[in-house]
């Protein structure tokens, strides 16, 4: 049977039709309009793409966007007075500052300052603290992507054998802590490699789902899985540009091969990729009704 493509794309758009609903509810019935900023230091070409599809979304969907775009020679005294600013600022729930930062600045010390509340990216210590207890706020917004098209596309996850390749703190590390939880949409025996693991393809070919965020193309082949395998391909991987300039981007995942021996797998583009922006809004929703007691 030909493998399901898990279409990231078409889940990201039901769960924005969910939270324009919500958010336009917030605002009849409780005069509350979720605000999120964003803040950019730097011309990164990439960083300016994915900023500006946070603020498109964000108003597409009804929230108050901020963005605050600084110059790459900005100081970090400069930028943690702008957080200290938006920690303080009642219109503004959710802060999301684009990494990677110009390298005379923390990133520690800059994703430390945000106030914990307004965490919608969900990488403070503190957040990530309490998601391995199972008591989080937020969920970081790609392992919280991916947990949801798991569920949404019916699979089970409970008592599964989860192989995750990477151990990052934005991905690898964040979605074992979600999948391992005592709880709906997780419950899996989880193991994760990383380029210390002895003989990977021992963990691999017995895996029912395998999460691959190694940001190297072809890190999983054929022959590395089992019949009916579910694949979730995190990697976004720029392999060259088309005869127009644009970027050929392709995932960790050797998809043509590897579909034609998995159940579901996700493409990319379109797999996790819509996902994410989307988990963000959902968290700035989130916190919005945390800062004003909804929740
Ligand atoms: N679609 C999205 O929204 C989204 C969001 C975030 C990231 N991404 C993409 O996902 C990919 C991973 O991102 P990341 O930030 O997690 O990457 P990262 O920080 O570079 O981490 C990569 C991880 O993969 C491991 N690894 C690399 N090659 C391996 C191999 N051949 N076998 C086993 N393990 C291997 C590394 O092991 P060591 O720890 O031993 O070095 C590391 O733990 C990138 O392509 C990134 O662009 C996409």
């Not at 969910?18 to 230091?41: D, F, M, S, Y």
């Not at 949801?148 to 089970?156: A, C, M, N, W, Y």
Request: net charge positive; with cysteine.
């Amino acid at each position: 049977m030909p493998a399901q493509i898990i279409s990231g794309t078409e889940i990201a758009k039901q769960i924005r039709e969910e939270l324009r609903q919500e958010i336009a509810e917030l605002k009849e019935k409780h005069n509350l309009v979720p605000g999120l900023a964003t803040v950019l230091v730097g011309e990164d070409p990439a960083s300016q793409v994915y900023v500006g599809q946070k603020e498109k979304t964000s108003l597409a969907l009804g929230i108050y966007s901020e963005r605050h775009d600084l110059a790459a020679d900005t100081s970090e005294e400069k930028l943690l007075s702008l957080v200290d600013k938006l920690n303080k600022a009642p219109k503004i729930h959710g802060i999301l500052v684009q990494l990677p930062l110009p390298k005379h600045i923390s990133e520690t010390r800059v994703l430390y300052a945000i106030n914990p509340k307004k965490d919608v990216d969900g990488f403070h210590p503190v957040n990530l603290g309490k998601l391995v207890i199972g008591k989080p706020d937020y969920l970081p917004c790609t392992p919280h992507g991916i947990q949801q098209l798991l569920v949404r596309s019916g699979i089970e996850t409970s008592g599964a054998e989860v192989v995750i390749i990477g151990r990052s703190n934005i991905v690898g590390k964040p979605i074992a802590n979600i999948l391992l939880q005592k709880k709906e949409g997780a419950n899996a025996t989880v193991t994760v490699c990383h380029t210390g693991t002895r003989d990977i393809l021992l963990h691999t070919r017995r895996a029912d789902i395998i999460i691959v965020a190694a940001g190297k193309p072809k890190a999983l082949t054929a022959d590395m899985v089992k019949d009916g395998v579910v694949v979730v391909d995190v990697g976004v991987n720029r392999v060259g540009k088309t005869a127009e300039g644009k970027a050929i981007l392709v995932g960790d995942v050797d998809f043509d091969a590897v579909k034609e021996k998995a159940k579901a797998i996700t493409p990319v583009p379109g797999g996790v990729g819509p996902m994410t922006i989307t988990m963000l809004m959902l968290n700035t929703v989130k916190a919005a009704k945390m800062a004003t007691g909804l929740v």
